[in-house]
């Protein structure tokens, strides 16, 4: 009788096991999520708000950038920063993944804090010809890191951001540009405390644009001169992970593969382990909000 009841629960046990691996999820789409992201709106910024915001320099253009000042926001602490570029727009594939290129898009910084203890700026890539942002690729790429420049000042003395804590982050060609953007002089490379890449890196493949050599690419990794970098990748992370080592580019680097095929940023979205890991990086690499003196 033992016995029976032991072969039994093995095979209880073995259809259980069966009937989740059959429900397992392979689309990241199909994952409710837990975290939405705010709409962007127009108005001041304010806690709680992400707003359509711009400096006085662009007051006549149609650039700007995507302001959130956490819930719990106040001017009386110093505040982290994450700095994010989106993706390439005109992107969608069978998967159901969509990406348009846009400021408003972005999703990173806000799934990584749950909206709290970081001001979140979504940048744009800077079309000086038509004055607009660029939704695909860099438009004026040295004119993306004036901007680049000028916000991280002005968020700082406006809003109260950390200048020694500061995460830049991307998706796609955003993650590219944490290189390509981040690290292209010595200037805006001392702004960043670490990097948040998920999908490509600088320097793995050759792209339609000027310097997208393995070689220039390098000459930008060794500007982060052993700093942290969390690098992530749909199914799997190694061609970035052996480009980086393989050239012994100097950094304190944490991969992480994505048992998913989309492309996309949106699993910051969902309650995932690999959401938890991030979300763990950020806090070992970031202190938390502190009284201004």
Not at 235 to 255: D, I, M
């Amino acid at each position: 009788m033992k016995s029976s009841i032991t072969a039994f629960a093995i095979l209880l046990s073995s259809i259980t096991l069966a009937v989740f691996a059959a429900e397992k999820k392979t689309n990241l789409n199909d994952i409710p999520s837990d975290i939405v992201v705010p709409k962007m709106i127009e108005g001041k910024p304010a806690a709680g708000k992400r707003v359509k915001h711009n400096w006085p320099e662009e007051n006549s253009t149609a650039i700007h950038h995507a302001l959130y000042l956490p819930e719990n926001w106040t001017s009386k602490s110093k505040w982290p920063v994450i700095i994010e570029f989106a993706g390439n727009g005109g992107y969608k594939n069978n998967l159901g993944d969509v990406s348009l290129g846009t400021v408003e898009g972005c999703s990173l910084g806000y799934g990584i804090t749950k909206g709290r203890n970081a001001i979140w700026a979504c940048l744009p890539f800077v079309d000086s010809k038509n004055k607009q942002n660029a939704t695909n690729w860099w438009g004026d790429a040295d004119a993306t890191v004036e901007y680049t420049l000028r916000s991280v000042k002005n968020i700082c003395e406006q809003y109260q951001g950390d200048a020694d804590n500061i995460i830049l982050a991307g998706f796609s060609r955003g993650s590219i540009a944490c290189t390509y953007i981040g690290l292209r002089n010595d200037e805006i490379a001392k702004l960043w405390k670490g990097l948040i890449c998920h999908s490509h890196i600088d320097g793995v493949t050759p792209w339609p644009y000027k310097d997208s050599d393995k070689e220039s690419a390098l000459v930008r990794w060794q500007r982060l001169k052993g700093r942290a970098a969390f690098i992530s990748h749909e199914v799997s992370v190694q061609k970035a992970r052996e480009f980086l080592t393989t050239n012994k580019v100097p950094g304190n680097f944490t991969f992480m593969d994505l048992p998913f095929a989309n492309h996309s940023d949106k699993w910051v979205l969902k309650e995932l382990e690999e959401r938890k890991k991030v979300q763990a990086w950020f806090e070992k690499i970031i202190q938390p909000p502190s009284k201004g003196s």
